[in-house]
């Protein structure tokens, strides 16, 4: 077998994240995830063309999108004949997915490919319960009028409710932040520090768009030009005046402020071998060159349920020789600002990084000012599976604008897990 | 919660049917207040002979200023009636003395007065010095269980067993059984060892002590954290972050320090050393009262819910307790106290993985005391009966009646009598208790 290929970021796509039940309440994941990628094709000249395979997902999906990618492709200008499927790692879909293809590109099994990400909380399934599904399947299942009244008539006034999707864990029954809420209090993070960093995102996504840096990163879509959850003008004063919506009582900390929003929205990233991008006319922007996933048992409290990035990053770093002061850019996606503070006061904390860690020392402090340079999620809001693809795309660009240097991405997802990387140049 | 039976109990209609059918009457029992006296009447003393012990313990009666007499026929005959009657039984070398017991108490028993106290201090029959003494101090226990039994009204009868030459550690385990802080321990045997002998102020006694209470936020655990503060000292509150609001009330009431974490945590031990040193350069007092229940029958008890339990009540105590001392944050002088319950003694239906841990917990304390002695620290544990909490109020009705009234004080206890126990306990004046495993069950017939 011959040596792994580099995988290069060549360019990164999105449409402006909007808020949930806003500009995009309409609109399906295909036709976000179809827009975001013809905004690529066309950025990159790839219309009509092939690539070798297109891998994204949804969080929040419809069961009749059961094979939605390739459908996306379809629909697409990308050329019919390419390849397509649908993954789901929870928020950690996107950046997982740019993984999954940067190490088909690396074993050489294909030159180049799409990963992105897409998801809606405005057009979410709604599935009817388990009670009425069941009467439903076994009136289909009846073969007379009399069976079929007979298994009609089971229906009850409680089985037409119908089965939201809840931003909840199924084994704990609590939403996920409420669950950041427990860990931010065992960090004992302040409500002043997530505002602080809230502020931060709003300011940083602010100035990214004022210098044009999301110019070529991003395709209006349905009129809308920047992402609708950004408030430039916001304060620390005003975010101070919100009222906890996670937590109880007086050592709640967790605001609409400093949380991330449900939101609507789609990414895409395309990724090759150098000679590839040559051949087509780009410009690698960055290479992925580590990743890692990791899990915690949030179930029986053992660990927090967004804490598993602060695992996964010590073993990527082990494996690539480096500390945590090594990069010129931090992106930790911001779920919850809590989740991110909980995270770093954990790589500082001696006990944490010996006991649950296996480390002899803390991975330490990283400097704040390289941390989430261009916002994040708090910010620019959080459809799920399509974070990935916006951050990867923005750090590759950063890295590009500065001229070479190393970034780290961090993204925790529901069911207790982490997906993080690094993309260097 | 309330007790409506009792309450109703104390009307006029309910005395009469009380009386007339023969129901339980459970007395209201005193409790300690800030002011109270440490016994509030007069006492009679009676002993076997001479002893040091005897000394002792009517050197502490002048000292806390009780009324006392020796003549028991005196009081016989006249309308007193005394709070507390006090045997000194350390003179018992054989069988023969015991019959001093009934001379004594047969007279006077009925004179006790409400919620009164009796104390019979032994000699510890293990440490005696022959087999006819053995075999006399022994037999003391069945004496006083039984009185417990018969006693009415709200009063106690308690066996302390006190080694040779450690009947100056007395004091404090006295003044515990006389005072109402002991009112819903009833029919229980503490020993007294040899210790250090420690002045402390008896109002403060904890007064520059600090003390760590886990489970803090509610129930059981706010109440001995509240106990330790009256008591002068400093606490330090752990809970897990979903009581992270109550714990917070608490501790701002106290004036404490609050660690939010899961006792079970890889890491909860560190993180509470790390804590203690930082903030207090140490502990002095540690009580284990996290715990929690999840009641199944073994059929159909998971896994899940087995660890949970043993996780909570008895590896966390066992894994904190050695983190503790082998970091040495726990002070010389210092006292740890587990939290078991009748149910590790007697078991209790449904309950194999609670009993397990609690039973566990008895362990801890037989196994750690005799090693701990050597740094002087001790170690003991609560078991508490019937106690009413937020936990007890849904237990369904009919249990819970007959849980309540199956004891000799007819009754549940308080979290406070939970917390007084624990109180005596982390006296450094207690010095001379270790080893111990004291029920605040109200002499519960389970697994008595």
Known sequence: MTEPRRVAVVAGNRIPFARQDKTYRHSSNSDMLTAAINGLVDRTGLGGQEVGEVVAGAVLKHARDWNMVREVVLGSKLAATTPAYDIQQACGTGLEAAILVGNKIALGQIDAGIAGGVDTASDAPIAVNDELRNILLDLNRAKTYPERLKVLARVRPKDVVPEIPRNAEPRTRKSMGDHAALTALEWGITREAQDELAYRSHVNLAAAYDRGFQQDLITPYLGLEKDQNLRPDTTVEKLARLKPVFGKGETATMTAGNSTPLTDGASAVLLSTDEWAEKHGLRPLAYLTHSQTAAVDYVKGAEGLLMAPAYAVPRMLARAGLTLQDFDYYEIHEAFASQVLSTLKAWEDPIFCKERLGLDAPLGEIDRAKLNVNGSSLAAGHPFAATGGRIVAALAKQLDENGGGRGLISICAAGGQGVVAILEK | ?448
């Open chain 2, 1 to 448: 919660m309330t007790d409506r039976y009792q309450t109703f109990t104390r009307t006029p209609l309910g005395q009469t049917l009380v009386k007339n059918l023969g129901l339980p009457d459970p007395v209201p029992l005193q409790r300690w207040t800030e002011g109270s006296r440490v016994i509030d009447g007069s006492v009679v003393f009676g002993a076997i002979g001479e002893t040091e012990a005897g000394k002792a313990i009517q050197a502490l009666l002048r000292d806390i200023g009780a009324s006392f007499s020796t003549a028991t026929e005196g009081v016989a005959s006249s309308q007193i009636r005394p709070k507390a009657l006090v045997f000194d039984a350390t003179g018992a070398l054989s069988t023969a003395d015991l019959t001093s017991l009934q001379r004594f108490f047969s007279p006077v028993i009925r004179q006790l007065a409400p919620a009164g106290r009796v104390i019979v201090v032994g000699r510890t029959p293990e440490l005696a010095t022959s087999t006819e003494q053995h075999i006399a101090q022994r037999a003391l226990e069945g004496f006083t269980r039984s009185l417990g039994k018969e006693v009415k009204r709200g009063a106690t009868v308690n066996l302390v067993y006190v080694a040779p030459d450690a009947h100056e550690q007395l004091d404090s385990t006295l003044r515990f059984f006389l005072s109402p802080k002991s009112a819903y321990v009833d029919g229980q045997v503490a020993r007294v060892g040899t210790g250090p002998l420690v002045g402390n102020d008896p109002e403060r006694p904890l007064a520059g002590k600090v003390a760590l209470v886990t489970g803090a936020a509610r129930g059981i655990g706010a109440a001995i954290a509240d106990t330790l503060a009256r008591d002068g000292a400093t606490i330090l509150g752990v809970d897990v972050a979903q009581n992270a609001d109550p714990l917070r009330k608490v501790m701002t009431r106290l004036g404490g320090s609050e660690l939010l974490l899961d006792v079970t945590a890889v890491d909860a031990a560190q993180r509470i050393a790390a804590h203690a040193q930082e903030q207090y350069a140490g502990l002095d007092i540690v009580v284990h009262n996290a715990g929690i229940t999840r009641d199944k029958r073994l059929a159909n008890m998971r896994t899940d819910t087995w660890d949970a339990v043993l996780d909570v009540n008895l590896r966390a105590p066992e894994r904190i307790t050695s983190h503790l001392v082998e970091a040495g944050t726990i002070r010389a002088g210092g006292s740890i106290i587990g939290v078991a319950s009748i149910a590790g003694i007697a078991g209790n239906n449904g309950q194999t993985n609670y009993a397990t841990s609690k039973a566990g917990v008895i362990g801890l304390v037989q196994a750690l005391a005799p090693k701990l002695a050597e740094k002087q620290i001790r170690i003991n544990a609560v078991a508490p009966g019937f106690i009413e909490t937020e936990m007890t109020a849904k237990v369904p009705f009919t249990i819970r009646e007959v849980g309540r009234r199956i004891n000799s004080l007819q009754q549940g206890g308080l979290p406070i009598d939970v917390a007084e126990t624990i109180a005596w306990f982390a006296d450094p004046a207690s010095a001379g208790v270790t080893g111990n495993v004291i029920r605040v069950c109200g002499q519960s017939m389970l697994g008595a």
